[in-house]
């Protein structure tokens, strides 16, 4: 039976998975906008991607003989000043999310969790790849500056991301 302080924090851990769907959808939203299609595709993975993590936890808990109560998901941006802005916040955000990955592992630890400290270390190792794979991105934006042709290169690269369901745990 899961401890009623782990359970807490997977709860809260959910909401934030699910706002991390929600703020990608949000992003995926801008680049329709800007009819950059290999952008869209990028952020339909992440979002998928994003879901998967949510319910790897949600099916855990449940596992665990616990309860999934689910919270409001709170309102993304909607809007970003250019796709380098926009990637900034997606690193940024990647970066938190990280952070509460940190927070829960410290619970589990706290509560002598062993099982979800086990659990959780999937989710740390894909952070890494998480903000490995914005910071390659980000770093491409940044060379490219205001090159339209460059940006348009990028568009390509970015529509050959494919989601795969990932084994969570
Ligand atoms: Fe769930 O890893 Fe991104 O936020």
Not at 13 to 20: D, F, G, R, T, V
Not at 65 to 80: D, S
Not at 82 to 96: I, T
């Amino acid at each position: 039976m899961i401890n009623e302080k782990m359970e807490k924090a997977f709860n809260d851990q959910i909401n934030k998975e699910l706002y991390s769907e929600y703020l990608y959808l949000s992003m995926k939203a801008y680049f329709e906008r800007l009819n950059l299609k290999g952008f869209v595709n990028w952020f339909n993975v992440q979002v998928q991607e994003e879901h998967a993590h949510a319910m790897g936890m949600f099916d855990y808990v449940h596992e665990r003989g616990g309860e999934v109560e689910l919270e409001a998901i709170e309102k993304p941006e909607t809007k970003w000043e250019s796709p380098l802005a926009c990637f900034e916040q997606v690193l940024e955000h990647e970066e938190f999310v990280t952070s509460r990955i940190n927070a829960l592992m410290d619970v589990a630890d706290e509560v002598k969790d062993r099982a979800s400290l086990s659990f959780l270390n999937w989710y740390l190792k894909e952070q890494v790849e998480e903000e490995a794979s914005v910071g390659d991105v980000l770093a491409t934006l940044r060379l490219i500056g205001d090159d339209k042709k460059a940006l348009l290169m990028l568009d390509k690269d970015l529509s050959t991301r494919t989601f795969v369901q990932p084994v969570i745990g």
